[in-house]
């Protein structure tokens, strides 16, 4: 990774941090409803793993705190806030909400809700690719907690029995909601779970962006030359509570000081800082330039967008028009 | 017009669309080298090789998610559950993913899968092996329920159902695989709305799907040979959306309704066939609606048992006869 590269990254996890932060007031303030799982302290893993493989041509897929993921894969993040302001111009149009981010036009296939659901999307999807002979592969993000479901191992057999190309990427924040993994999980090291399957797996830092990228890059190769899945385990910390409805009071003022030294935003700005390609005044502007595009571009767009409309409600239930419903004819 | 059996309509069904488009495939257990439990993919896994026709693990909620998964970017896949017993395990991702993907996306998504699954009471398989769970099915929005009762139907809906751009959840028989039909020898589209008329008649309407449709054709006979009263037969191949026209225009015609099923009466096709009759033609009854359903009890083994636990057509006659009081 070039400089020009680190600063980028640095400027949109940092973007990525502020949006998270932003969403967190606009709750407060009953802007967004339902539930709403912000990513920060885990920008690393979603920034280093697609920058090392192809937003807009590879396909991504994730559970429910999933903004940053979709931001990453090219959504625009003034629909991404429209839509957990519930409006007409979110990426769903209203009807998705946070935990359901979408954008198809540039291969974010989606967050999903039910724990564990994506794994055996991501591998038919894989199938697909497969099938029609292109070199895309799929990237699906998804918890530690939700390897105890079974559609985990399904999928890793047959992602394997038929080598399909999809990357499974764990990251691991050693919470599922209030439950310590060593609570939930007999084994603790998720990547080791996958030799069963006969996949191959690592584990890396996952707080460490430039790591995340150079892991992600061997496991991005592994699966695009056509060798079957991959599994890439990341070691991470969620910085607020699971979600806005969580105290967070099962997680330690020790623990939590511990992995908030290991900031993935700060951990990159002091390394570029370090080497004398940028200056603290540069990160300074650079916030506050972020900080008032939020404002001014993301929020505004969000707050002046109109709601959908009732008379709609049912609009993307059933496709619309579909002559094979009336047997071809009609 | 040749006579073949369901399994055979079904079989042509997956034939003609695999060799119409390459991106049909058929997943399931042993539906492959096995040629399938009920022959229904007899013979296309030589045709077509081992990527489009996929012996899968036993993994029903895995697979199923696979197949859906696939269907996002175009693929078609037809998957064969077994027995609706085992696609309980693949209600997630058939409800929580394909059912609601369109709509949480905005409309960005469609999963165009076909499962088909059969179901219903055979010959003493038991609790475990003679669920009918179309009730279930029919009532998850963005999820097309259809359940054929002749080979013509087995074959056309699932042409159209491979075709159409809505996850269709084809609800089969046990029972039915060797029942003969008649199918056209030309390509037939069967709609995945409407119902049919099966018999026309005067003097009640009896509303059944699937296997209770040939217990109403049969009771209809007898009905009409022994007390003289007409039954008209409606064929409700669809049950989500359900053709809530073709159910109200018949009742208007008869005055009288008896909805036949096979599965028990909580919350099921009966219960939802005389609600609308109740919302859409009340007045027009001459008497209230009845359904004929099978015992709520987990299916026995013991034959005598299973026998008292489903409806059949002289079920059916007895519940005409005494709503006429004959
Ligand atoms: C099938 C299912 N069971 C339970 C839940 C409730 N739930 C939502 S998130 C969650 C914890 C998941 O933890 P993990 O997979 O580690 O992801 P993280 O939230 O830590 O990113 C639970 C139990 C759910 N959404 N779906
Ligand atoms: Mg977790």
Known sequence: ?????????????????????????????????????????????????????????????????????????????????????????????????????????????????????????????????????????????????????????????????????????CENNLYGIGTRIDRSTAVIDQYKRVSGYNIPSAQEDGQDVEKVYQAAQKAVKHVRSGKGPYFLELMTYRYRGHSMSDSNAYRSKTEERMWSRRDPVIMLRDRLIEAGEITRDDYKNMDTEILDEIENEVIAFAESSPEPRVEELEKYILAENDPWVYGGGR | MAEI??????????????????????????????????KATQGLFDKYGPERVIDTPISENGYTGLGIGASFLGVRPIIEIMSVNFAWLAMDQLFNSAAKVRYMSGGQLQAPVVVRSAGGTAH???????????????????????????????????????????????????????????????????????????????????????????????????????????AEVIDLYALSPIDRAGIVSS???????????????????????????????????????????????????????????????GDVVERVRRMFGK
Request: proline share 4%; charged share 25%.
């Open chain 2, 251 to 313: 009742v208007r015609k008869t005055h009288r309704a008896v909805v036949v099923e096979e599965a028990e009466a909580p919350v099921g096709v009966g219960a939802e066939v005389i609600a609308i009759i109740n919302e859409e033609c009340f007045f027009e009854l001459d008497t209230a609606p009845q359904r004929v359903s099978a015992v709520n009890v987990p299916i026995p083994y013991n034959h005598t048992l299973e026998k008292a636990a489903i409806p059949n057509a």
């Open chain 1, 1 to 169: 990774m070039n400089v020009a590269d680190k600063k980028r990254l640095l400027r949109e996890m940092l973007f990525a941090r502020r949006f998270e932060e932003r969403c967190y007031e606009a709750y407060v303030e009953r802007k967004i409803g339902g539930f709403l799982h912000l990513y920060s302290g885990e920008e690393a893993c979603a920034f280093g793993v697609l920058e090392a493989a192809k937003p807009g041509h590879d396909y991504v897929v994730t559970s429910y705190r999933d903004h940053v993921h979709a931001i990453k894969a090219g959504a625009d993040p003034r629909k991404v806030m429209a839509e957990l302001y519930a409006r007409e111009t979110g990426s769903s149009k209203g009807r998705g909400g946070s935990m359901h981010i979408f954008d198809v036009e540039h291969r974010f296939m989606g967050g999903y809700a039910l724990v564990g659901g994506p794994f055996p999307l991501a591998a038919g999807m894989a199938k697909a690719v497969k099938m029609k002979g292109g070199d895309e592969i799929v990237v699906c993000f998804l918890g530690d907690a939700a390897n105890n479901q079974g559609t985990f191992h399904e999928s890793l057999n047959m992602a394997k029995l038929w080598d399909l190309p999809v990357l499974y990427v």
């Open chain 2, 124 to 230: 003493q398989l038991g609790a475990q092996h003679s669920a009918r769970m179309e009730k279930v099915f029919m009532g998850i929005a963005g999820l097309r329920v259809v359940t054929p009762s002749n080979p013509r139907q087995a074959y056309g809906l699932l042409k159209s159902a491979v075709r159409c751009n809505d996850p269709v959840y084809i609800n089969e028989h046990e029972l039915m695989y060797n029942l003969k039909g008649e199918v056209p020898d030309e390509e037939y589209f069967h709609p995945l709305v409407g119902s049919e008329v099966a018999r026309e008649g005067s003097d009640v309407s009896l509303f059944g799907y699937n296997i209770s449709v040939h217990w109403c054709l049969q009771a209809a006979e007898t009905l009409s040979k022994q007390f003289g009263i007409e």
């Open chain 2, 5 to 38: 059996m369901y399994w055979e309509a079904l079989r042509r069904a997956h034939d003609e669309e695999m060799a119409n488009d390459p991106l049909v495939i058929v997943m399931g257990e042993d539906i492959g080298v096995a040629g399938g439990t009920y």
